[in-house]
């Protein structure tokens, strides 16, 4: 199945497409390719100089820019690869109504470009860190399988949205809702500490972003991150974040399938 | 299944088109409730069947809207049916459309990679054969340029020459001749000969009747989400030339009668007898018709009425093709008929029968009724009916007489 799925006929499209929508991201600027990297830096300074210096919202939390500049990459991410997604199948509808690609390489291939992004700004993250001499964890390598796990949640959304969105246009408005909704109710701009009740700490690491990110900046930036296995203490419920990733996964990517049959004469 | 390249059997497929486009949450709530209320179902092709073997230049002719193309996207696997199914025995090319992908953005260079991708070539095998797409699309220099700065010709031409490089068992091929100067559809036509010649397999969607004569080796047509036949290419091809007779000559029909009864301005005279009907009829099946095909002779018939005593009146008629040329006239003194003189309220009719010696297109007749002398004008019509002529083969020739050929063929004896 898998080797099917990535013949080599499909990943020199799936290659070509990202190339594709690469080029054509930084078109007509004089300053290309590095604008994937500059737009980073100057979202962090401003974000620094507003929470770190002005607002002072992480006082206690060693490393707190670099915590926060973390957490905005990885929800930036999530929010990129699921808005682009979204728009991908009706995006390339000219390819879908003349030719049988697999439909489900589009969807893939707006994820990848979101995916180097993603990589330019760990990248960004990695110099600040060396400059505030951040030490990470022994833990380190657990970052792959919870960046994997934050692909894969997005990954799910990304085929439901995209072929939702074939029939429906008011989806796009209904998850720019979401994301805004998200985007408070995950513990990004402020530390999980600040909230004061124990429930509703509970509560918002059973979303998958909030449990990611958590995990992440524990491994990465300091250990003085509140993580669900600190805060479950290692209940089921603890493994409640991984429950909704498959479910997504299953949910999104058999629509996808259902659907996908029809986005010819629908789109 | 070994010499059969596509083998089709009963496809039916049905379209949803929703009366408003029904593509937002509140309408999608509102029609849960009268599920499909909102929806008008169009068969857009109705259980299709047939086979086309391997090796063959498969022709699909069809009027617009009759399906052709749905059942080329179904085979290309871009629809799927609602019922029957589809075997393709081999690799097949499933572009519909020439530059599928081609992004105005990019560059001509990054088209070519990124429509290569979609037929399947790695960036490698690209790399071999860019040279050669570039020299045969001869836009060499524009290469670096926008592809939005293209010419239509030039990025049909670069499209081409990327989509012959396709290898695969089976092509489908739609409408690729509309496009292009002479040129290039010598370029085609070269390609496609050459397809012919390596025995490959081609499904090709046109309404060029010349191209389905030259390359077919069999077709098909298809009417109204139906095969209406499946055969010679010649056959096909005469069938759809008919059809489309037909449909316009129906469509003169209607106009015909609009234009009974609207009142006719180029209309002339002093009323004392007047035209009352004019009709064209089948020679041999007295029906009336507007549509004359080779061999079917053209009848006429005209009614006319005294509004008061008049003495022997003249009567004539002429025809004009499209252009106002008058290509036949007659009238009753030529032919030696004598006419009597008529009361208030008689009625006169002429019955006349023409060889169709005509050329294809359109025909208007102009009748008058006047006076013995043709002094006096009493009714006269011009372009009071249209009939159309169609069928024959050598439609460049303005007329088609009736005439013999014999050939004698004398052998030298030094052989």
Same mark, same amino acid.
């Given at each position: 199945?898998?080797?099917?799925?990535?013949?080599?006929?499909?990943?020199?499209?799936?290659?070509?497409?990202?190339?594709?929508?690469?080029?054509?991201?930084?078109?007509?600027?004089?300053?290309?390719?590095?604008?994937?990297?500059?737009?980073?830096?100057?979202?962090?300074?401003?974000?620094?100089?507003?929470?770190?210096?002005?607002?002072?919202?992480?006082?206690?939390?060693?490393?707190?820019?670099?915590?926060?500049?973390?957490?905005?990459?990885?929800?930036?991410?999530?929010?990129?690869?699921?808005?682009?997604?979204?728009?991908?199948?009706?995006?390339?509808?000219?390819?879908?109504?003349? #030719?049988? %690609?697999?439909?489900?390489? !589009?969807?893939?291939?707006?994820?990848? *470009?979101?995916? @180097?992004? &993603? =990589? $330019?700004? +760990? #990248?960004? %993250?990695?110099?600040?860190? !060396?400059?505030?001499?951040?030490?990470? *964890?022994?833990? @380190?390598? &657990? =970052? $792959?399988? +919870?960046?994997?796990?934050?692909?894969?949640?997005?990954?799910?959304?990304?085929?439901?949205?995209?072929?939702?969105?074939?029939?429906?246009?008011?989806?796009?408005?209904?998850?720019?809702?979401?994301?805004?909704?998200?985007?408070?109710?995950?513990?990004?701009?402020?530390?999980?500490?600040?909230?004061?009740?124990?429930?509703?700490?509970?509560?918002?690491?059973?979303?998958?972003?909030?449990?990611?990110?958590?995990?992440?900046?524990?491994?990465?930036?300091?250990?003085?991150?509140?993580?669900?296995?600190?805060?479950?203490?290692?209940?089921?419920?603890?493994?409640?974040?991984?429950?909704?990733?498959?479910?997504?996964?299953?949910?999104?990517?058999?629509?996808?399938?259902?659907?996908?049959?029809?986005?010819?004469?629908?789109? | 299944?070994?010499?059969?390249?596509?083998?089709?059997?009963?496809?039916?497929?049905?379209?949803?088109?929703?009366?408003?486009?029904?593509?937002?949450?509140?309408?999608?709530?509102?029609?849960?409730?009268?599920?499909?209320?909102?929806?008008?179902?169009?068969?857009?092709?109705?259980?299709?069947?047939?086979?086309?073997?391997?090796?063959?230049?498969?022709?699909?002719?069809?009027?617009?809207?009759?399906?052709?193309?749905?059942?080329?996207?179904?085979?290309?696997?871009?629809?799927?049916?609602?019922?029957?199914?589809?075997?393709?025995?081999?690799?097949?090319?499933?572009?519909?459309?020439?530059?599928?992908?081609?992004?105005?953005?990019?560059?001509?260079?990054?088209?070519?990679?990124?429509?290569?991708?979609?037929?399947?070539?790695?960036?490698?095998?690209?790399?071999?054969?860019?040279?050669?797409?570039?020299?045969?699309?001869?836009?060499?220099?524009?290469?670096?340029?926008?592809?939005?700065?293209?010419?239509?010709?030039?990025?049909?031409?670069?499209?081409?020459?990327?989509?012959?490089?396709?290898?695969?068992?089976?092509?489908?091929?739609?409408?690729?001749?509309?496009?292009?100067?002479?040129?290039?559809?010598?370029?085609?036509?070269?390609?496609?000969?050459?397809?012919?010649?390596?025995?490959?397999?081609?499904?090709?969607?046109?309404?060029?009747?010349?191209?389905?004569?030259?390359?077919?080796?069999?077709?098909?047509?298809?009417?109204?989400?139906?095969?209406?036949?499946?055969?010679?290419?010649?056959?096909?091809?005469?069938?759809?030339?008919?059809?489309?007779?037909?449909?316009?000559?129906?469509?003169?029909?209607?106009?015909?009668?609009?234009?009974?009864?609207?009142?006719?301005?180029?209309?002339?005279?002093?009323?004392?007898?007047?035209?009352?009907?004019?009709?064209?009829?089948?020679?041999?099946?007295?029906?009336?018709?507007?549509?004359?095909?080779?061999?079917?002779?053209?009848?006429?018939?005209?009614?006319?009425?005294?509004?008061?005593?008049?003495?022997?009146?003249?009567?004539?008629?002429?025809?004009?093709?499209?252009?106002?040329?008058?290509?036949?006239?007659?009238?009753?003194?030529?032919?030696?008929?004598?006419?009597?003189?008529?009361?208030?309220?008689?009625?006169?009719?002429?019955?006349?029968?023409?060889?169709?010696?005509?050329?294809?297109?359109?025909?208007?007749?102009?009748?008058?009724?006047?006076?013995?002398?043709?002094?006096?004008?009493?009714?006269?019509?011009?372009?009071?009916?249209?009939?159309?002529?169609?069928?024959?083969?050598?439609?460049?020739?303005?007329?088609?007489?009736?005439?013999?050929?014999?050939?004698?063929?004398?052998?030298?004896?030094?052989?």
């Amino acid at each position: 199945m898998l080797k099917r799925v990535f013949s080599k006929k499909n990943r020199v499209l799936l290659a070509e497409l990202v190339r594709t929508d690469f080029k054509l991201r930084y078109q007509d600027s004089i300053l290309g390719y590095a604008w994937s990297l500059l737009r980073p830096l100057f979202i962090f300074v401003i974000l620094y100089i507003v929470f770190v210096k002005f607002l002072k919202v992480g006082a206690g939390t060693p490393h707190y820019a670099q915590y926060l500049l973390f957490g905005i990459v990885i929800w930036n991410f999530f929010a990129e690869m699921t808005l682009q997604s979204l728009g991908s199948i009706v995006g390339r509808g000219d390819l879908i109504r003349k #030719i049988r %690609i697999p439909r489900w390489i !589009i969807v893939l291939s707006s994820s990848l *470009s979101a995916l @180097i992004n &993603l =990589f $330019l700004n +760990l #990248i960004i %993250i990695t110099i600040f860190m !060396i400059i505030g001499h951040v030490h990470p *964890s022994n833990m @380190i390598i &657990l =970052f $792959l399988p +919870l960046l994997l796990e934050v692909y894969l949640f997005a990954l799910g959304i990304s085929f439901f949205l995209s072929a939702a969105f074939v029939k429906y246009r008011d989806v796009s408005y209904i998850w720019e809702i979401c994301l805004q909704a998200g985007f408070y109710l995950t513990p990004i701009l402020y530390p999980l500490s600040r909230i004061t009740n124990v429930t509703f700490q509970k509560l918002m690491l059973l979303n998958p972003m909030a449990q990611a990110l958590q995990d992440s900046r524990y491994v990465l930036i300091t250990k003085r991150t509140i993580i669900p296995n600190h805060l479950f203490h290692g209940r089921w419920y603890e493994y409640v974040p991984f429950i909704i990733i498959g479910l997504v996964l299953v949910i999104g990517i058999s629509y996808f399938k259902k659907e996908s049959k029809f986005f010819g004469e629908n789109i | 299944m070994d010499d059969t390249a596509i083998h089709i059997e009963n496809i039916s497929k049905t379209f949803k088109l929703p009366h408003e486009k029904n593509n937002s949450l509140k309408s999608a709530v509102i029609n849960f409730y009268k599920r499909d209320k909102g929806f008008e179902r169009q068969k857009a092709l109705n259980k299709i069947s047939f086979d086309v073997k391997k090796g063959e230049f498969f022709g699909v002719v069809g009027r617009n809207g009759s399906g052709k193309s749905t059942l080329l996207k179904i085979l290309a696997g871009i629809y799927s049916p609602d019922t029957g199914n589809v075997a393709v025995n081999g690799k097949l090319i499933p572009f519909i459309e020439l530059g599928v992908g081609f992004s105005p953005e990019l560059s001509g260079r990054d088209n070519v990679f990124l429509n290569g991708s979609l037929l399947g070539f790695s960036r490698k095998e690209m790399k071999e054969m860019y040279e050669d797409i570039v020299d045969f699309a001869e836009i060499r220099k524009f290469m670096d340029q926008k592809l939005k700065n293209y010419s239509s010709g030039m990025q049909v031409r670069l499209a081409f020459s990327i989509a012959i490089r396709a290898k695969s068992d089976i092509l489908l091929l739609d409408e690729v001749l509309a496009v292009g100067d002479l040129d290039f559809q010598q370029k085609c036509y070269n390609y496609f000969n050459e397809l012919k010649n390596q025995s490959k397999t081609i499904i090709f969607v046109t309404h060029d009747m010349s191209a389905v004569r030259r390359f077919c080796n069999k077709a098909i047509i298809i009417d109204g989400g139906q095969i209406l036949k499946v055969g010679a290419p010649d056959d096909i091809a005469r069938l759809y030339e008919k059809i489309n007779l037909q449909s316009a000559g129906d469509r003169l029909n209607e106009e015909n009668q609009e234009s009974k009864t609207v009142k006719n301005k180029d209309r002339e005279g002093n009323s004392w007898a007047v035209i009352e009907k004019v009709e064209t009829f089948d020679t041999k099946t007295k029906k009336s018709s507007s549509l004359f095909l080779e061999g079917n002779d053209i009848g006429i018939r005209i009614f006319f009425k005294a509004k008061r005593h008049v003495d022997n009146p003249s009567l004539g008629y002429i025809f004009q093709d499209d252009q106002n040329r008058t290509v036949f006239a007659t009238n009753n003194k030529v032919m030696n008929v004598k006419t009597k003189p008529l009361n208030e309220g008689d009625e006169i009719v002429i019955e006349s029968q023409v060889k169709n010696i005509f050329t294809n297109g359109q025909y208007t007749i102009t009748c008058a009724i006047e006076s013995e002398d043709f002094s006096v004008i009493y009714d006269r019509r011009e372009y009071v009916h249209k009939f159309l002529v169609g069928g024959h083969q050598l439609a460049h020739a303005i007329t088609h007489p009736e005439h013999t050929f014999k050939v004698d063929t004398r052998q030298s004896n030094k052989s």
